[in-house]
């Protein structure tokens, strides 16, 4: 029984199934940093549906969010990275998180409430010395919205971050390593660990074609400042997109001005995928009291793969 119960999920994976209630993703990341030698980060995540998603209208790669799905993730990242100046000297970087986000529906309140908790954990070690610096780690993200407006969801959040080197490990999967890091660094730019998000998607159909648009927009405040992220998605058809990513944090003088990117994703089957992605990074230098920074600019190229079940 356990061989056919096997056999018939293989089956339905490379067949196609239109509803499914586990999702498992993998990528990496060829990173370019100057100054740094070349490296391959790693990332993977899982997600569990508490009730099937119905796949078979809209795009594919939306289909969560075009059916409200409820969900708990589990995420990991890995990279190393060595200095040319000193080849004795690497970092190590891990990073694990999970995460639950919620959609319910009420008489009490005419539109669909949204809700999500996370919670990420960053070790980084010096391959060097051996040390272990684990009050890098812990950061914490909460979002509460609505949608107003069918596919359409605003939202607003906090986030606790420790310092620079704390990730938000879902980001790092979904908006690769750069955005992840540049995030994290824009956080804890002015010293300060409590920000408030903001956030806003949406996901609709071209009249009289068989493509969609999305959009999502995201932003974090601190002190008067802020910094944002935008990505959209042209679906040529459900199973086919290519899209485009930018994010300004100029305002925060952290190094880097913007980070711009592209993707292409296409599923084989509804139940299974590839993409490729590609960002960039420009570093500026910048001064905090009498010390001068000179980041490096800084690119990566990735490939993911997804199986539904």
């Known amino acids: 029984m356990k061989k056919i119960g096997l056999a018939t999920a293989v089956l339905l994976a490379m067949t196609g199934a239109h509803a499914y209630q586990v999702e498992v993703q993998g990528q990496s990341e060829y990173l370019q940093s100057k100054g740094y030698d070349s490296t391959y980060t790693g990332d993977g995540q899982a997600k569990f549906y508490f009730k099937d998603v119905d796949a078979s209208k809209g795009p594919l790669a939306e289909a969560a969010f075009l059916n409200k799905a409820s969900n708990v993730q589990l995420g990991y990242h890995f990279d190393r990275q060595k200095d040319f100046a000193d080849r004795s000297s690497s970092e190590k970087t891990q990073s694990y998180g999970a995460k639950a986000e919620g959609y319910y529906a009420t008489s009490y309140v005419p539109m669909p409430i949204y809700g999500s908790v996370s919670y990420s954990h960053t070790d980084v070690t010096d391959k060097e010395t051996g040390y272990k610096d684990k009050d890098r780690g812990d950061r914490y993200a909460l979002e509460v919205g609505a ?14 971050v420790t310092n620079g080197a704390s990730l938000d490990n879902f980001k790092a999967f979904n908006s690769g390593i750069l955005n992840a890091r540049n995030e994290g660094n824009t956080a804890n730019a002015r ?31 601190l002190r008067g400042s802020a910094a ?55 570093a500026k230098e910048y001064r905090e009291g009498d010390a001068t920074f000179a980041p490096q600019d800084a690119q990566t190229i990735g490939m993911n793969a997804r199986v539904r079940f």
């Open 147 to 160: 949608m107003p407006a069918d596919n359409f969801l605003l939202a607003v959040g906090y986030t606790n």
């Open 191 to 221: 010293y300060k660990t409590d920000a408030v998000t903001g956030r806003a998607k949406y996901v609709g159909a071209i009249d009289n074609t068989n493509m969609a648009i999305g959009f999502e927009v995201d932003s974090i405040f």
């Open 228 to 282: 944002y992220g935008l990505a959209t998605d042209l679906y040529l058809t459900p199973k086919l997109s290519v899209g485009a990513t930018y994010a300004d944090t100029s305002a925060f003088k952290s190094g880097t001005d913007h980070i711009w990117g592209g993707n292409v994703n296409y599923f084989i089957t509804p139940a299974l995928s590839v993409g490729a992605t590609f960002t960039k990074t420009n």
